[in-house]
């Protein structure tokens, strides 16, 4: 018996946009059954997400060794479709690790890195979701350089509203350019961040994951609650409140007590409907257990 868990991530933390991200503890599994005469994919999402060999993670499986055996698999996964918590990340992992043990493990953890990434388009997800805990990463069509930071001793308070936003139509409501300026205060900003990261300096990087100049401010007519979220962390005196990915999950960084009051106002005084969670960050990454 094979199982291989991938975790949720978060993607940007604010101005790491394309390159910085953290595995969060929700869990896709995946576990194979034994070989079949077609693939099959027992999963949870419902009719409109493929339960053969059109499914994401076969498709990403078999482009990586084509002529693996058909198997039966099950899926069970705690992470939500098309919220911004690096779904497709994990299914794309999850595949491509699933080819790699059936074909007796050829490629390295790197070469893996760098087709989750072209797969993915960018590595912000799919390299915290392999290496777990923290990783600052860019990508440049054959290479993918990942850097791993310590991971955070924080938790994210993590608001998942109940609409799906396809990263795709995220990424239309961006700008095919930026003016200079403003690139050189989002660059200085994300600098600032790493540095504060890798220092674990967090009252710093807590401020800083809320100056994004990238994505943030296309994307907010799209996530109103990101607005509300923060201007209520704000009032708490709590920063460190940004669009998990593409949205529309919005991850509010810090302290679990603090967390914990965060989402208790939340509750009681607005209007948002969706889901709260609080969650630590996965240190693992991939994980496979054989038996
Ligand atoms: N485990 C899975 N199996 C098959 N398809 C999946 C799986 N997870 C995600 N997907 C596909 O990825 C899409 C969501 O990807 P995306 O828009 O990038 O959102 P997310 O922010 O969750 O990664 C889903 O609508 C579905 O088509
Ligand atoms: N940098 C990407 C991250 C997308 O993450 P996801 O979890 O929404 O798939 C972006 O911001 O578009």
Avoid: C
């Avoid at 600052?136 to 109940?162: F, G, I």
């Avoid at 990915?245 to 607005?270: C, H, I, M, S, Y």
């Amino acid at each position: 018996m094979l199982t291989i868990s991938v975790p949720a991530t978060s993607a940007n933390l604010g101005p790491g946009f394309d390159s910085i991200g953290l595995a969060l503890d929700l869990q896709l599994t995946l576990t194979v059954l034994g070989p079949s005469q077609t693939w099959q994919v027992d999963h949870p999402y419902g009719p409109h997400v493929p339960s053969d060999a059109r499914n994401l993670m076969i498709k990403t499986a078999l482009s990586l060794v084509p002529n693996l055996q058909p198997q039966h698999v099950q899926v069970t996964s705690d992470i939500p479709l098309a919220r911004g918590l690096g779904s497709s990340s994990t299914a794309i992992v999850a595949g491509l690790v699933l080819a790699n043990e059936l074909a007796k493990a050829p490629f390295t953890k790197q070469e893996l890195l760098l087709k989750a990434t072209e797969l993915e388009g960018h590595p912000d997800n799919v390299a915290p979701a392999i290496l777990g805990g923290l990783v600052v990463a860019t990508y440049d069509h054959d290479q993918v350089q990942a850097v791993s930071l310590p991971a955070p001793d924080l938790y994210a308070s993590v608001y998942v509203p109940n609409e799906e936003l396809l990263t795709s139509a995220s990424r239309e409501a961006l700008p095919s350019d930026l003016p200079f300026k403003q690139a050189i205060a989002g660059s200085s900003v994300g600098n600032t961040l790493v540095a504060a990261l890798a220092t674990q300096n967090w009252p710093v990087a807590l401020q800083l994951v809320e100056q994004d100049q990238f994505h943030e401010q296309y994307r907010a007519k799209l996530v109103p609650a990101l607005a509300t979220i923060r201007q209520t962390a704000h009032d708490l005196g709590l920063v460190g409140t940004y669009l998990s990915g593409a949205g529309p999950t919005v991850v509010t960084l810090g302290q679990k007590a603090d967390l914990e009051r965060l989402q208790q106002q939340l509750k009681l005084n607005t209007s948002l409907t969706g889901q709260y969670q609080l969650l630590p960050v996965d240190a693992t990454g991939i994980n496979v257990h054989k038996s």
